[in-house]
Structure formats: structure tokens, C-alpha cells
């Protein structure tokens, strides 16, 4: 079929692109956008440095004081290192879920930001990408203060530590595009009562605070498939020292969560945004 003359024709441009529709450059407009909003409201960022911190301070070494150690597989090992790579991957959770959810949300629903941004070059996969790349670089940037908190207090015990932020920005990943998805489903503040109630049992019960083996069997299935959980052992792994291959797979499904939510916030928000 040609075009008629004197007319012009966009094509869609998907080679070495993640998704189509998605130009990385543009994405990074979106971040550049949050990152000049919050500049004036930077103080909101401190309780996400702040409240791993005192989680590890009253529950890792208070608690861990009561405790004293724990067994883990055939290794015995103090509860206050056993529980900081925990943490760690919550606080990568924590930063990249509520950006992705209640945020999104207020920009989306109330403020209209994104018809405005549509005005512009940016595409819709566009805006979703900026969204989990500001999200997941919210995240990393709590794990890695956690990270040198975790170090202060000689909670490190092996140099494979070094890659526990490249896994939290994996843990951001896996959030941040399950949350926007979500998000594109909520039609209201009261729906996110789910994203709590979601939230809060994978914080409690994701093998944060005490090993998955304590579990009933069955129970124990359930908890291993869930997506802190996979966090949590991959961080735990690194931190400890006890890596190995087996890592690759709390790495794919991390991968895979992402990307299959930030393709579905993709086909959802042109629906929603472009009808």
C-alpha cells in the first residue's frame, strides 16, 4: 500500500527496543520531568532511608540480641545478619512499589500529567518506562543507603556484597512494572488497601525475618514463588557469601516479573490514555 503523495508516513522504529513503543531517550524525559518536581520536596525521600534503618536497629540487633542465632540449610549464623539482607530488599520493594502505585495514580487520575506529557514527542511506552526507570532508581538508591548502613554496622561478611545493589535495582525492576500494571486496574484511593494487603504479608512472611524452612511444607511453596521472597534469598546469597549458579533463577524471574508488568502497564495505558 503507498502512500499517497505530499504526505508523511511515521514508522514505528522497534529494532533494539525492549518493547515496542519505547524509545529509552524519551523515557528518560519522564525522569527528568520527576526529578525537577521533587526537587523542592526532597525531604519525602528521607523516610525511605530512614525506616530500613530503624527496622534493622530495633528488629536486627534488638531482637536479634533475644535471638541470637539462627539455622539456615547446615549453617548457623547471627540474626542480625541474617535478617539486614532482608531488609535491604524491602527497602528496594517499599521505594519502587509506592512510586509505581499511589504516585502514578495521583498523576495519573487527579493531576492528568500524562495527557499533557502526550502532548509532547513521548509516546505512551514512553511514559510507563520513565515511570519504572524513576521508580527502580528510587529503590536502588534506599537499598544503597541501607547497603552502607549494613556495612557500618559489619553486617557484610563476604565481597560478593558488592553486587546486593544491582540485585535491589533487579528487585526494583520486578516491582516497579508490577505496580504500574496494577495501578492501571485501580479506579480509586480505597483500591489500594490491596496493594497493602499484598504488600505487608511478603514483609512479614517473605523469609525476612526468620528462614522459609520454619514453614509447613505447602506453606513454604507458596512463600517461595512470591516475588520478595525471590529478592530476599538472592540479596541473602550475595551478602553472605553463599553464591552460586542457583542465583540465575531468582535473577530470570525478577527479569520476567518486570518486563511481563511493564508490558502489560504499556497495552493498558494506551487503552486508558489513548481511546
Known sequence: MTAPAGSSVEVPRHRGQALPGVDRRRALRIVERNALAYRRAWVVFLTGFAEPVLYLLSIGIGVGALVGEVVVGDRTTPYEVFVAPGLLAAAAMNGAVFDTTFNFFVKFKYARTYDAVLATPLRVGDVAAGEVIWAL?????????FLVAMLAFGLVGSAWAVLALPAAV?????????????TTWMRSFVDFDYVMLAIIPMFLFSATFFPLDRYPGVLAGLVAVTPLYQGVALVRALVTGDAGPGLLVHVAYLVALGTAGLWVAVRRLRLLLQP
Open 137 to 145: 532508581g528510587r529503590g536502588a538508591a534506599y537499598a544503597g543507603a
Open 170 to 182: 533487579l528487585i526494583g525492576y520486578a516491582f516497579a512494572g508490577l505496580g504500574l500494571a496494577a
